[in-house]
């Protein structure tokens, strides 16, 4: 049976939050002296000389709405990369506990497992790039501590097997944790539907893709209300901004616009998967359930070069193994995509 004070750091367990000036005092009141803020005003607008909600409740109801779980299995990060390192500071012991990633994949797992000085275990994707499951089981150790998955998986942009990912919810003691950052632009449901199935479930999205807010910094880690309520412990008391709250309220209340996005994007990228196999210096084109696609090309790193100098910027990902040979391509509108196409047309590999 998985129980979740069983893998939180000692530490963690032992510690009190911050204890802010908005959470001692809750009641109504017109003379704020309590926050240390600027009481005259602010240059940069009215409301943020004061520090915002550090609990995003107004943000937190409307999320709850639209993605079908209550308000308090949802936690808010600056960016989904401040979730993924609150939840190595979380459950891994630096210097003693490890995690277990399934490369080609989302980079920063490695990188704030470095940070947090967590080791690293590795084990490769299928060719197909899937989860190979008696594998993962085989390489848990009992300092193994938190398994992420990227579904769809970043760079290759195809979705993980749900059989795969229940059979290691299952097995596995520790955090498995679902990344779904590009989940909007797949044709599936979303694993949030069965956090109440699994304690051991953590959810991963993002307002950076499909809704379009990279620039604002909002992240979702959806879990157990228990989990999450030990990630709103350790966070950073402020760490959604005020301008952030408000943009992304606003947006929320625009799914309709999200939908035709969302459509729009998929379309393209269904016009780009149709085009590009046709291309001589196109090798292969990988399915894609996100709003981008992996393709193998002859010469990858000429191709990078000479597209660059073109002035169109793509993600060289030849260097990765099981990506050899591979560009990632973000959809873009149809006017770039056009020129994209037009660009790889002319583009002579050396054999
Ligand atoms: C799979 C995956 N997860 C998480 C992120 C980070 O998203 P955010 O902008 O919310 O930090 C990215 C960004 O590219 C990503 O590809």
Sequence with gaps: MFNLNDIIRPNVLKMKAYSSARDEFKGAASVFLDANENNLGSLAGENYNRYP???????????????????????????????????????CRPGQDSMLHLPPTYGMYE??????????????????????????LLNIK??????FICSPNNPT???IEQESITELLTAFKGLVVVDEAYIDFADTRSWTA???????????????????????????????????????????????????????LQALQREEALKDMVEEIVQERELL???????????????????????????????????????????????????????????????????????????KAQD
Excluded at 312 to 333: H, K, M, P, Y
Aim: aromatic share 6%; hydrophobic share 45%; proline share 5%.
């Design 53 to 91: 909600d550090p609990h995003q409740r107004k943000l937190k109801e409307r999320i709850a709405e639209i993605k079908g779980v209550q308000p308090e299995q949802i936690f808010l990060g600056n960016g989904s990369d401040e979730a993924i390192d609150l939840l190595f500071r979380m459950v």
């Design 111 to 136: 990188v704030s497992a470095n940070l947090n000085d967590v080791a690293l275990q590795a084990v490769q994707l299928t060719e197909d790039f899937q989860v190979p499951v008696e594998e993962v």
């Design 142 to 147: 009992p300092t193994t501590k938190i398994i």
């Design 157 to 159: 942009g195809n979705l």
């Design 194 to 248: 069965r956090l109440n199935e699994f304690p051991n479930l953590v959810v991963l999205q993002t307002f950076s893709k499909a809704w379009g807010m990279a620039g604002l910094r909002l992240g979702l880690a959806f879990a157990s209300q228990e989990l999450v309520s030990v990630l709103d412990k350790i966070k950073p008391p402020y760490n959604i901004n005020e301008a952030t709250q408000e943009l992304a």
């Design 273 to 347: 998967m149709e085009a590009l196999p046709d291309l001589p210096a196109v090798v292969h084109v990988y399915p894609s359930d996100a709003n981008f696609i992996l393709v193998k090309v002859k010469d990858a790193d000429n191709m990078y070069k000479y597209l660059l100098g073109k002035g169109i910027v793509v993600r060289n990902r030849s260097g990765l193994a099981g990506c050899e040979g591979c560009l990632r391509i973000s959809v873009g509108t149809l006017e770039e995509n056009q020129k994209l196409l037009q660009a790889i047309s002319e583009f």
